[in-house]
């Protein structure tokens, strides 16, 4: 299928949801389903760079992205369109950055059906308002991906992980020098490290840290946002990106009450690209 | 003069921040391009309370406002029309909080760029975005244009380091966009503010993240006897999975300009020059400076120089960081591009640039970020000449029209404004210009947030001066 199909499918009338493999959260039900466009366009190795269509599974991308020695920052499973819908980072957030800064160009079909381009296809680029990262996080409800140009990264020489017990996590953190992970439930401390072998040997080796295995697994009743500096009053059974302000709890959250102007405000980008809420009706952003 | 306007803002501020001279409107009719514009009233608020009053006032009488920081910007995004009212940040200029553990800070908008860093310095921590103008432009500045700057090839753009800010919006509301929370709920209408050059309200706080400072630094200099071989061995060692810290190109009038500026020593004779910067832990940071003048010497540099301390390698960031106030020693005035193209079409289109420069008769040096594929050509020029403005400006456009058909953007970091706004549609169809203005007529529906700027208009004549206020749609 190719983007102008795929805006054919979309069409510009009629509640109409979308779906890549379903790994965050799925279609809306009882509303007619789309799929966007799958497959690696191209890899441009020396300008670090890749165009594939949403419907690419991200495992598929990391694996072509590997044979020349470079990665993707996408939280890993499902597709790229439903990673960058979703917009959720994975643990390597501290060092990877979020994924808002991974896209730099995608073509998605708006409500009125119509093909936009956003962005361009280079990571430098300021032409005009920033539609990008907009798009990203916004679970459809502004456009449907088709396509898009991500940045990738070189892959590291070496990565390892390290662990360490840690009553205090910013003793270990404020040690690092640019760790790609620092992950704490409490008690114990997890550091991922990337570089040269002996960089992050010395590194782990002056921050108290022992190799040992890692992510660990992660608890899964929320996944919290909080300002990073309060996760040291964390209780409960939690795991906590250190520097970052995720924490991945055993237990439900209900998010404190944000800022209702700017809700208002999200709200009027909404009726200006989808007056008429047909795209992923009834979820909410 | 608006009177009632004046009225108003003396009323909300204080008379002597509130300005009518025919000095101050004509020190802030312009920002730092080469695009007059006529400021109506200059105020000069010092708290976000005041900043409200400005823009509701502005409103009331539909009077354009436009927000200012240093006015350093080059393409006319602070370039107040139509009689505008100019609302200078300058005054504005706290560091409010400090984070060096979890490496943020807010700061109001007319923090100086290189005022944060000097601030936060003693945690050991800077603001990575250090466009070339970084002593004299502002934060709010920054996250206006989406500034860039030399270290912007490893560290990212400004909309990577603005975590969150409190703007005011033309209805008058104040409004957080984003938070020191990774995730905050709702649409990222943080990362839609940043670049967005006035056009979508007026950030009044800003939340920026901090960077540690590498370990180790090394910065070297490498010599070339043709500009396609600096280039070419930029985007080798792109290709070789290495991301310097910074990765600058210099052509030879620019490294002469600049020689006879600063001396230190740089090679007269060469095409080209390149410096390098990488940065980071002691042993990855030796085997790159290994690998990069392995690469180097391939492609036929002549000599590295490897700035052997801290005072080398301020001096070599001298000479690159001060090549624009260099340039005077050649001509009187210069008019200085920004285009990006994908790093393996650097040779050819510094090609195109050096020959539609010969076919207009004009000087051209290039001072670039040539890892970010980012251009700068710098056409220099005695403005007293008869039709040499006519010159310099089609010249200006065959080199954006070469860039874009390069597989590149308009711009890289100085942004629309005025300069560019016709040029949008190079690269944006009907629909995409038309997703732009939806975002800006949310966050602005009155259409009075420094209008005439970035999109567009259908129809527009060009003589952006005669659009009536508030015709923006």
């Not at chain 2, 803002?9 to 009518?20: E, K």
């Not at chain 2, 502005?58 to 029309?81: D, E, I, K, Q, Y």
């Amino acid at each position: 299928m190719d983007l102008t199909e795929f805006a054919a499918a979309v069409g510009g009338e009629g509640p109409v949801t979308i779906s890549g493999l379903g790994t965050r959260g799925g279609p809306v039900a009882g509303v007619r389903c789309v799929h966007a466009p799958a497959g690696i366009e191209w890899v441009q190795a020396d300008e670090m760079i890749v165009s594939c269509g949403a419907g690419t599974r991200v495992d598929e991308l990391v694996a072509a992205l590997a044979a020349h020695h470079q990665t993707v920052a996408l939280p890993a499973g499902g597709t790229v369109g439903g990673a960058l819908s979703v917009g959720h980072g994975d643990v390597r957030r501290l060092g990877y950055g979020p994924v808002r800064d991974v896209l730099l160009q995608a073509r998605y079909v708006s409500a009125a059906g119509e093909l936009v381009k956003a962005g361009g296809p280079t990571v430098k680029n300021v032409s005009g308002f920033d539609l990008c990262r907009l798009l990203v996080g916004s679970r459809g409800t502004l456009g449907f991906l088709g396509d898009v140009i991500l940045r990738t990264r070189p892959l590291p020489q070496t990565s390892q992980w390290f662990t360490c017990s840690a009553g205090d996590p910013f003793d270990v953190f404020t040690k690092l020098y640019k760790p790609i992970s620092v992950l704490w439930n409490g008690s114990q401390l997890w550091a991922l490290l990337e570089g040269h072998p002996r960089d992050v040997a010395e590194q782990a080796a002056a921050a108290g840290l022992r190799a040992g295995s890692g992510p660990p697994a992660l608890p899964v009743g929320s996944r919290r946002s909080v300002a990073p500096s309060t996760i040291a009053s964390l209780t409960g059974d939690f795991v906590a990106e250190v520097g970052v302000g995720i924490v991945h709890h055993v237990d439900p959250w209900l998010r404190p009450v944000g800022d209702d102007r700017a809700a208002t405000l999200a709200i009027a980008i909404r009726d200006q690209f989808d007056p008429g809420r047909r795209l992923n009706p009834g979820l909410d952003v | 003069m608006n009177a009632a306007l004046v009225a108003d803002l003396t009323a909300a501020l204080s008379a002597d921040r509130v300005r009518t001279g025919t000095t101050e409107l004509g020190l802030y009719g312009r920002d730092a391009s080469n695009f007059p514009g006529s400021a109506g009233v200059v105020c000069f608020p010092l708290t976000t309370a005041e900043v409200q009053a400005a823009v509701v006032a502005a409103v009331r009488h539909g009077v354009p406002f436009v927000a200012r920081g240093s006015g350093t910007g080059l393409a006319g995004g602070a370039t107040p029309l139509d009689h505008a009212l100019v609302i200078a940040l300058t005054k504005m200029d706290a560091v409010l909080s400090v984070d060096p553990v979890n490496r943020f800070a807010w700061v109001e908008p007319g923090v100086l760029n290189l005022d944060l860093t000097r601030q936060v310095t003693k945690y050991g921590l800077h603001f990575a975005p250090d466009p070339s103008s970084q002593q004299s432009c502002s934060i709010g500045g920054n996250v206006a244009n989406n500034s860039g700057g030399p270290h912007c090839l490893s560290d990212g753009v400004t909309a990577s380091h603005v975590l969150a800010m409190e703007v005011v919006l033309s209805d008058g509301s104040v409004v957080v966009l984003g938070g020191d929370e990774p995730e905050p709920a709702g649409l990222d209408l943080r990362g839609a503010f940043v670049g967005s050059e006035g056009m979508f309200g007026i950030a009044t706080k800003v939340c920026v993240r901090l960077t540690q400072n590498a370990p180790a630094v090394r910065t070297m200099l490498m010599d070339f006897e043709t500009v396609e071989a600096g280039a070419q061995t930029v985007s080798a060692i792109i290709a070789a999975g290495m991301v310097p810290a910074a990765l600058e190109m210099m052509d030879q009038l620019c490294v002469q300009a600049v020689e006879a500026y600063i001396h230190a020593g740089l090679p007269v004779d060469a095409a080209a020059v390149l410096l390098v910067e990488v940065a980071g832990l002691p042993h990855g940071l030796e085997a790159d400076v290994a690998r990069i003048v392995e690469i180097g010497m391939a492609h036929g540099a002549g000599t590295v120089r490897i700035a052997q301390d801290e005072a080398e390698r301020a001096l070599l960031w001298k000479g690159r960081k001060t090549a624009f106030g260099a340039i005077a020693r050649i001509k009187p005035n210069y008019y200085l591009h920004d285009t990006v193209v994908p790093r393996r079409m650097l040779p050819e289109v510094l090609r195109q640039v050096y020959a539609i420069c010969r076919r207009h008769d004009l000087l051209v040096m290039n001072v670039f970020h040539a890892g970010d594929g980012n251009l700068h050509p710098l056409l220099v020029f005695d403005k007293r000449e008869p039709g040499v403005m006519e010159r310099v400006h089609a010249a200006g456009e065959e080199i954006v029209r070469a860039s874009v058909a390069a597989g590149g953007v308009l711009s890289g970091e100085h942004g629309i404004g005025i300069e560019k706004r016709d040029f949008m549609p190079l690269m944006f169809g009907p629909a995409d210009l038309a997703a732009q203005a939806a975002m800006r007529a949310a966050f602005d529906p009155s259409g009075l947030a420094n209008p005439f700027k970035v999109l567009p208009s259908p129809g527009a004549c060009g003589d952006v001066q005669h659009v009536p206020a508030g015709a923006w749609v």
